[in-house]
């Protein structure tokens, strides 16, 4: 019996392996396993025998059964992987799928852009932590204890230190402008340079307005710098932006960290300066503010603001995006929707 047994586990092991479709491996498999098969017909015997003979004979047979089915399973799953594979001729003279090209994100892309503007004029590219302090992002930059941009309605506080003060009370930095005092205390003056970022705000959402978004700052730190200097550096990034001259207004604007301030509108180029939604029907949109740095700002870097001065500026790159491509709602731009972005490749 044992050798009947070792006998039939080579044989059927090769008619597995014999087996070329579907349909005959099934035919093995009745042969062996099935109500009337061989091994089947085996197994009836055992009662037989005695029971020492049974208990040798019972697992042999129980080894060969579980050999021929993991031997069935392994031939299927090799047969539907044959019949997938392509199995015609192959034309090696043909041209290959081309791979999909992919490109950069159209804010980023803005980002890149003005990168090169500003190295063009001797601007160092500074970066920072996304996560910052209520010392850089509100102490140092001239915000009153009681400013209403502190309170959660308009910050994301980190959970655990939203009771704290200072530098232990951390946040999503709500704009890059802490960043102008970091690199001043590493650096000193003179400086010149700009940080690009993604910042976050607690708000509503609308076709101007988004929870995280984009600004790229420019600072230039000098002695006796002129505000006429700073206006002619603005018109010219925007001429170097939208490859033509762009009209432009300059107002009066309050900020913390400036003294002057302004605020910088461009004429809509979504609407052509008509009106629209996305410049509230007045075909003006605000682009950037800016000004000078406050005295205080620059004594938290530790300058003196009777030796120094500058210009500073915070474009919105989300809206000057829009204005480039035409694009009417900011939220297309962080919908991850391929439809959309494919445009831009």
Same mark, same amino acid.
């Given at each position: 019996m044992l050798e009947k047994l070792e006998s039939m586990r080579s044989d059927s092991l090769a008619e597995i392996l014999s087996a070329g479709s579907p349909e005959q491996l099934q035919e093995v498999r009745q042969k062996w396993m099935g109500k009337k098969g061989l091994l089947t017909e085996v197994l009836k015997e055992l009662g037989k025998l005695t029971a020492e003979e049974r208990k040798t004979v019972g697992r042999l047979a129980n080894e060969v059964k579980e050999a021929i089915t993991a031997a069935i399973d392994r031939r299927q799953e090799t047969i539907l992987e044959e019949a997938s594979a392509f199995s015609g001729e192959i034309d090696l003279t043909r041209p290959g799928t081309a791979v999909p090209a992919g490109g950069l994100h159209p804010i980023t892309q803005m980002a890149y852009d003005l990168n090169d503007i500003f190295r063009s004029l001797n601007f160092e590219v500074y970066a920072e932590n996304e996560i910052t302090s209520e010392l850089y992002g509100f102490d140092h930059l001239n915000f009153p204890p009681?400013?209403?941009?502190?309170?959660? +309605?308009?910050?994301y506080w980190i959970a655990g230190t939203d009771e704290k003060r200072g530098a232990e009370r951390l946040a999503l930095r709500p704009h890059l402008t802490g960043a102008s005092v970091r690199y001043l205390q590493q650096h000193g003056a003179p400086a010149r340079f700009v940080y690009p970022g993604r910042v976050y705000r607690n708000e509503a959402t609308d076709a101007r307005h988004e929870r995280a978004f984009f600004q790229y700052e420019a600072l230039i730190v000098d002695r006796?710098?002129?505000?006429a200097s700073g206006q002619l550096l603005v018109k010219s990034i925007l001429e170097k932006v939208f490859g033509r001259e762009v009209d432009v207004r300059m107002r009066a604007g309050f900020f913390p960290f400036v003294e002057p301030g302004f605020?910088?509108? +461009?004429k809509c180029l979504v609407c052509g300066g008509t009106g629209c939604k996305v410049c509230k029907q007045v075909g003006w949109i605000e682009v950037m503010p800016g000004g000078s740095p406050h005295p205080n700002v620059l004594k938290a870097a530790g300058l003196d603001p009777a030796v120094w001065s500058g210009f500073y500026i915070n474009i919105g790159l989300d809206r000057l995006v829009m204005m480039r491509y035409g694009v009417d709602d900011v939220r297309l731009f962080h919908s991850a929707d391929l439809r959309f972005l494919?445009?831009?490749r």
């Open positions: 009681e400013h209403p941009a502190r309170e959660s +309605m308009d910050t006796d710098f002129s505000f605020e910088i509108d +461009m494919g445009q831009f």
